[in-house]
């Protein structure tokens, strides 16, 4: 066996020269005298006499040779250290004709002993609800797969969209599952200054636990560490150029800055690459937002972080992958680019970016000029993404205004790739998304789950009132935003909400209307007299049908908690995670992963969409939409007869919520109605 062979031909050979090593030291100081040191060549002659490697000719054996500060911290590591030092297999002598170590290749992972894995897990794909593994039972990025876990770098000068696309990626990302967080440079510059630099403990040497022989060297080099008995990780003393103890000095010096910099101006001058400090000051902020991400990934549980910042200049950037590196090799680093090229997407986005943070409540004409001289002063030292990337093999997206053009390099991972395809899909054009249920059915009046059934008589007076208020809010809308534009002004004067869209009134006479059902008799129903309507394009989508219920199909909640008590406790424990027993049952995750490309699609067309859904689906588009957490996903209530309206926004989206009036055939809209649980014991 291969672990017989190693420990014949390894480890009684290496006991043996630690021992001699030992007794070769001890000699030097029970037999000589301290004036006259021994001769390394008599050590290498003894050594070799036995076929062992000789001690390092470094050692010495007697510390008043050393300097009096490296001789008492070498005494306090006694003889251990000394033996450790022995046998490091770097310190071989030069002079040494023993053979080296044999290399010994790893044994693959199927081979049957005990030899513990060498190389590096499969990093794959992880769907949650469509993927299963021994580590990942629920389909999630284990903690142990790092390699599969990604940090999103965004790239470009302001008012470029950044935000804007990392709001939309999180939520996408966290919708599907993954865990995801945005981290925003900016808005711990505007809430935290003055910080300490950005060291992680993970990194600093002082909070190391560390060997005697290296302890020694520090303490040689930075005196003996501060105690005060109340942390174990106390701050060394500071030193300036000369050695000098300077903490009181410190501590005056960083009380100064932090009340400095709680009051430094944010304009345009703290942008400038000439400012030193504001520099200084925002890469620190920078490389601590980076280490909240990391730690988010590493110790937190996360999937992807999102570093949302400028990250302008090619050194900032390597700054960057040095860092994430040295923290963590394996981890995957994405950086995302957006250019703007078009004026008046830039005007639009220069529109939000003064009713942001840093100029609310400020002159709009002086809050763009500053803004416009905050723009040049990045572009000053601003670095594309491109050459230094490519020859370093970094994964990089760039997105040019927002989705018209997409470049991307070297993506060679599932999530990377999978946000290709989304970024692909972005378009700022307004337009209306509506989410309804079908009209009453068969089975809803019975209660049965699933099934096939035709609507009822009420269900069918349903979708002509669906027909007629959608055909009244589509000509509404179109008026209304042709308002709104005609009236918009730039810069904007206080007061002005029009939305920063960069389209023009010609391409909002434009506009299509999509009518989108599923394949069940009851939505196509649903959407009847829409179809009959030659101003609206009907399809009839697979994707869309409702959750499959295995073998209860056609059964009632109360018969299936009657009957499978077991199976009604599992779902109601965990309804996400559920799935449904028999050929062809899903859960929640299942139904999420098959509206990922509906999902896409919406975002990708520049028309008005009707969608006539089922209970699960709706509460899964409305999930992603509205940002709902997973725990919201399952339990949202979703009735028959109420509908929804979904503006997206380049700042989010505006929401609407309509309650179908039976007795008047129409809908009434309930103001500032926010999703809400359904009732307990409801499905």
Not at 334 to 363: H, Q, V, W
Request: glycine share 6%; proline share 7%; net charge neutral.
């Amino acid at each position: 066996m291969p672990s017989t062979v190693l420990l014949q031909d390894f480890s009684f050979p290496k006991a043996k020269q630690s021992a001699l090593a030992k007794k070769t030291v001890m000699s030097g100081h029970l037999g000589q005298n301290p004036s006259k040191p021994s001769s390394p060549s008599k050590t290498f002659e003894s050594s070799e006499q036995h076929g062992f490697l000789p001690p390092p000719a470094v050692i010495t054996s007697h510390p008043q040779q050393l300097q009096p500060a490296m001789a008492s911290a070498m005494r306090a590591t006694s003889g251990s250290a000394i033996h450790d030092l022995t046998e490091t297999p770097n310190a071989r002598s030069v002079n040494s004709t023993a053979p080296s170590s044999p290399r010994i290749p790893p044994l693959r992972q199927n081979s049957g002993t005990q030899t513990p894995r060498v190389r590096p897990h499969a990093t794959t794909l992880n769907i949650p609800g469509m993927t299963r593994s021994k580590v990942s039972p629920d389909g999630r990025i284990p903690q142990r797969d790092v390699a599969a876990k990604l940090v999103i770098v965004m790239v470009g000068l302001p008012a470029r969209g950044k935000s804007y696309i990392t709001k939309k990626l999180q939520r996408y990302l966290s919708w599907q599952q993954h865990e995801s967080r945005i981290f925003n440079v900016g808005n711990r510059r505007r809430i935290a200054t003055g910080r300490k630099a950005s060291v992680h403990p993970k990194l600093a040497p002082e909070r190391a636990c560390l060997d005697p022989p290296v302890e020694a060297a520090a303490i040689l080099l930075n005196g003996l560490p501060r105690s005060n008995g109340s942390s174990a990780f106390a701050e060394p003393p500071g030193f300036d150029l000369n050695g000098r103890f300077n903490r009181e000095e410190k501590r005056k010096t960083q009380d100064a800055e932090m009340h400095e910099e709680e009051d430094e101006d944010q304009s345009a001058q703290f942008f400038d690459p000439k400012n030193e400090k504001a520099a200084a000051m925002r890469e620190q902020v920078a490389m601590d937002t980076l280490d909240e991400l990391l730690d988010y990934l590493l110790d937190g549980g996360g999937s992807v972080g999102i570093l949302d910042a400028t990250n302008s200049t090619i050194a900032r950037r390597q700054r960057i992958v040095d860092h994430v590196k040295e923290r963590e090799p394996k981890l995957g680093i994405l950086f995302i680019e957006s250019i703007c090229t078009d004026e008046t997407l830039l005007e639009a986005n220069m529109r939000l970016k003064l009713s942001g943070p840093d100029y609310r409540d400020k002159d709009p004409v002086k809050s763009l000029a500053d803004f416009k001289a905050r723009v040049e002063a990045y572009a000053s030292a601003y670095e594309e993404l491109g050459e230094y990337e490519e020859k370093r093999d970094f994964q990089y997206i760039q997105m040019v205004d927002v989705g018209r053009k997409l470049i991307q390099h070297r993506l060679t991972g599932f999530l990377s790739n999978g946000i290709a395809t989304y970024l692909g899909s972005f378009n700022l054009s307004p337009r209306q998304i509506w989410i309804t249920r079908h009209g009453q059915s068969m089975d809803n009046e019975l209660g049965n789950l699933g099934g096939n059934s035709p609507l009822t008589e009420r269900g069918h007076c349903y979708g002509q009132a669906l027909y007629r208020f959608i055909t009244m809010k589509r000509q509404e809308w179109l008026i209304e935003q042709k308002n709104k534009l005609a009236q918009a002004s730039f810069p904007p004067v206080p007061g002005d909400n029009t939305p920063p869209y960069p389209d023009s009134n010609r391409e909002l006479d434009e506009k299509n209307f999509c009518v989108w059902t599923s394949m069940l008799r009851r939505s196509v129903e649903t959407a009847e007299y829409f179809d009959a309507d030659d101003d609206y394009d009907v399809k009839n989508w697979e994707m869309l049908n409702e959750l499959n219920t295995g073998q209860f199909e056609g059964m009632t909640y109360a018969e299936i908690a009657k009957k499978y008590p077991q199976e009604y406790k599992k779902r109601a424990a965990d309804k996400l995670n559920y799935i449904y027993p028999g050929v062809g049952g899903e859960g929640y995750l299942q139904v999420i992963s098959r509206l990922r490309d509906m999902v896409r699609e919406v975002e990708r067309i520049t028309d008005h969409v009707l969608i006539v859904g089922h209970r699960s689906v709706c509460r899964v588009l409305m999930a992603y939409f509205m940002d709902l957490t997973r725990e919201d996903i399952t339990d949202m209530d979703v009735p028959l007869g109420m509908l929804y309206a979904i503006e997206p926004k380049p700042y989010g989206i505006a929401f609407h919520a309509y309650r179908y009036n039976e007795e008047l055939s129409t809908f009434d809209e309930l103001p500032n109605y926010k999703p809400q649980k359904a009732a307990r014991g409801s499905v």
